[in-house]
């Protein structure tokens, strides 16, 4: 059936009385630049002239050409996705899409978890809805309110907008790692020592003539022990994979050792980008070096490939080991107990992070998970700051295991 491009909104040759195309698709450039996407004029104009040149007429058609004009990093689909089903949900004029945001009335049923990406798109729509009479003045008791900075930090990752997203990046800059240091095989001099240096004494000895002889003491080598983060990048991780990044970013500027890995299908060490002092640099450079983002995952095979290339190079000297998965692996789970034992046996401690430890009702009831807790020595959530912070104490403690046992999860499922 031939489609009437007289009133067909996809269309790039319908008049533009009809639908207005032009002017939608700039007001759509301008809600993806304030959701987070790096939209400028040069992006809209060649958007537009890729809508006239390729004669659309399906939505399909159309959303894939916005796609390849709007969208330069992996991470930005999840945002642009919720934003063209926002915007282009009807006939796309902006009038409709802010009559669908006012306000409904209040529904007592259980609320719904948004979409990764929804509240920093909504927010990117509503910030240009005019006002048509002046706000209530609503008069509150802030003994009883919570503060900004005590909601941002309990706010989980996946529901901040792009504001609250900002401010949760600068309080991850802020976080300082513990100056927690452990004993090294290794002595060094140290006139406070508690051990006489004999080697050091009879050197200086000989420099003195053999007249007199002068004790040198020497005491354990301290330094701070490698940070170890093997990160899954899969669809499922999406959500949250970006904001950790952040605070690894911030871990590899305080520590000189830390080595990051990124996985999904593959392996890619990505520890050398992580190292320019602009996060932003750093972060495009990661999104350049990998090439399986927010796809599937393969978390044995991944493991494997860490144990059998990089184990023996980055887990000497007492390295911690941060594993980033949900575990939501479910083939292949013999390798997958397999590689968790070896790399458990070859750091000094195992702590593995996991998003859905946020809901209250987790169970280790998944296969993978429970191949995965027996090989572990701490498991914690981390989907809001505070979390993070926790994390970030969990780092300087030199203890073996500084909370529960993990395999209490195993005993309650």
Known sequence: MQTDRATNPFSASAPKSAGKLAENIVYFARALREAGLPVGPAAVID?????????????????????????????????????FGLFW??????????????????????????DAGAARVA???????????????????????????EILQTKDFAQMSAAEIARAREAIARLRLPQDKIEMRRWRPDPRGQRIDPRATFRASLRAGGHGVELAFRARAERHAPIVAICDIS??????????LHFLHTLTDQRRRVHTFLFGTRLTNI????????????????????QDWSGGTRIGASLHAFNRDWSRRVLGQGAICILFTDGLER????????????????????????????????????????????HVDEFRPIHN?????????????????????????????
């Open 123 to 149: 927010d990117a729509f509503y910030k240009n809805r005019p006002q048509e009479k002046p706000r209530e003045q609503v008069e509150m008791d802030a003994r009883f309110t919570m503060s900004q900075s």
């Open 331 to 374: 083939d292949h789970l013999d390798q997958l107990e397999t590689e968790m034992d070896r790399l458990h046996k070859s750091c000094r401690r195992l702590i593995w992070v996991n998003p859905l430890l946020r809901y209250s009702e987790f169970s280790a009831k998944a296969s993978g998970v429970r191949a995965m807790l027996r």
């Open 235 to 244: 669809g499922s991780m999406s959500d949250y994979t970006r904001i950790f």
């Open 89 to 114: 949900r009807k006939r796309g004029y902006i009038e409709k899409m802010i009559a669908m945001m006012s306000p409904q009335a209040v529904d007592h049923s259980e609320p719904k978890k948004p």
């Open 385 to 413: 700051l505070a979390s993070m912070a926790d994390l970030v104490q969990a780092l300087g403690k030199t203890s073996e295991n500084g909370g529960a046992d993990p395999r209490r999860w195993l005993k309650s499922a």
């Open 271 to 290: 520890t050398r980008a992580l190292r320019h002092k602009d996060v932003d640099e750093a972060l495009a450079e990661c999104s350049t070096a990998v």
């Open 47 to 83: 958007a537009l002239d890729a809508v006239e040149a390729a004669e659309i007429g399906a939505r399909a058609d159309f959303y894939a050409t916005l796609h390849a004009i709007f969208v330069k990093k992996h991470e930005h689909t999840i945002i642009f996705d919720q934003a």
